[in-house]
């Protein structure tokens, strides 16, 4: 297929948590917001001139600066994280924010506050206490730390508008952006795909990675461009896998599985579009039928579509499992890849149980997998993905469905 337009300015972006489209809202006066977790509502940091950049640590090298400080149990992403902070890499945010549901992460948000990492006069950090269930106290509690440790400090240090007006133009911008991902996402269910896993990885990590309001008119011409594309004569992939786990924000994961003509036909990670890139229904009126504010409304859907495994009661965890089993269906994967940074705890205990479910109880072929944060290169991943594919392609013999 031909190169998808924009697809080189995507890749340059990415190359870099200060790119050029946040250079220029910055520019514009913008307050950068960073963030790392589907637990920080990503909408609410675009209200008023204020833009969410989701932080990620491309071209990571070494990490002996960051295990000095936290030693080498904790996960990579961490590390890479804390690492790019001593380098000077994250100078232009205006803010971080964080939850209290990764230790790790907060290790690092609380070192790099300690050790004054960002130069950047009035820069400040915050952190919110999330609730571990989906309960009527939960949203209250969620809510009320959302608006006092995040919007509250937005607009006292930083003069953001977080008016109800503000946050209803946030929604519709994030929406408009939505749309396009679903649209997109609906043609990697094509028999022959016309869009790669590696490009929708791509769009996917530049809409976390850069204001919403900056990326959106490229992706508008991206899925312009993709409407009119035409496949490859010949389908090249040998299986379709649904990829659960957590954050994956390298492309080069992708590139590796499509290596192995394994396509990923719908990402349930961390940085994935599930769930991420679904539309926000918000009400019309300042108060919905159940009596709930505009704020209070996007703070429920936050935690009611969050397939994080720290939800550890029983509804969030047969969910889990419930929502892998429509992936598959409604994708038509042939597997499902759990996958696992090493030393993540929450997807640690994750992994343990939810692939034999998957696999012998709902009889979905299924491989689990625990891997470093940069995955270029790894040839030991390369080897388990090739065996599960071949695996995959066996099974189909041996059902009669034979295979290309």
């Not at 071209?59 to 904790?74: A, E, F, H, R």
Request: hydrophobic share 35%; aromatic share 10%; proline share 4%.
């Amino acid at each position: 297929m031909k190169d998808l337009k924009h697809i080189h300015y995507y890749e340059s972006l990415l190359e870099s948590a200060h790119n050029d489209l946040v250079r220029q809202a910055r520019e514009e006066g913008g307050v950068a917001v960073g963030y790392t977790c589907y637990y920080i509502p990503e909408v609410l940091l675009n209200v008023g001139n204020a833009f969410s950049v989701r932080l990620r640590a491309p071209n990571t090298g070494s990490l002996d600066i960051s295990q000095y400080y936290m030693s080498s149990l904790v996960c990579g992403y961490s590390r890479a994280i804390m690492e790019r902070a001593f380098e000077g890499g994250y100078n232009f945010l205006d803010a971080f924010f964080a939850s209290e549901t990764c230790q790790q992460m907060n290790r690092v948000v609380e070192n790099i506050h300690l050790l004054d990492l960002i130069e950047n006069e009035g820069f400040f950090h915050s952190i919110i206490d999330a609730p571990m269930k989906v309960t009527p106290h939960g949203v209250k509690h969620y809510t009320n730390q959302v608006k006092t440790r995040f919007l509250d400090l937005l607009a006292e240090k930083k003069g953001v508008d977080i008016s109800d007006a503000a946050i209803r133009q946030a929604v519709k911008e994030h929406n408009e952006m939505c749309d396009i991902f679903e649209e997109i996402d609906q043609l990697r269910k094509e028999e022959n795909p016309r869009i790669t896993a590696t490009e929708f990885h791509k769009l996917c990590l530049v809409s976390y990675a850069c204001p919403t309001g900056k990326i959106l008119p490229y992706l508008k011409e991206t899925l312009e461009d993709l409407r009119s594309r035409q496949p490859d004569e010949k389908n090249p992939y040998r299986a379709r896998i649904v990829v659960v786990g957590s954050e994956i924000d390298d492309y080069d994961f992708s590139e590796l599985m499509e290596s192995c003509r394994a396509y990923v036909c719908a990402d349930r990670y961390c940085y994935g579009a599930i769930p991420g890139r679904q539309r926000i229904p918000i009400s019309e009126e300042p108060v919905n039928e159940d009596g709930e504010d505009l704020l209070t409304q996007i703070c429920r859907y936050y935690l009611e579509t969050s397939q994080c495994p720290r939800f550890m009661s029983r509804e969030k965890v047969e969910g889990r499992r419930e929502l892998v089993k429509q992936l598959v269906e409604e994708y038509h994967a042939d597997g499902v890849m759990y996958e696992q940074l090493k030393f993540c705890d929450f997807w640690g205990y994750e992994r343990t149980l939810a692939p034999v479910v998957i696999s012998e109880e709902l009889g979905i072929p299924c491989m689990s997998v625990d891997r470093d944060y940069a995955v270029r290169g790894s040839g030991q991943l390369m080897t388990r993905v090739q065996a599960f594919v071949e695996s995959i392609e066996i099974k189909k013999i041996q059902k009669g469905g034979g295979v290309q």
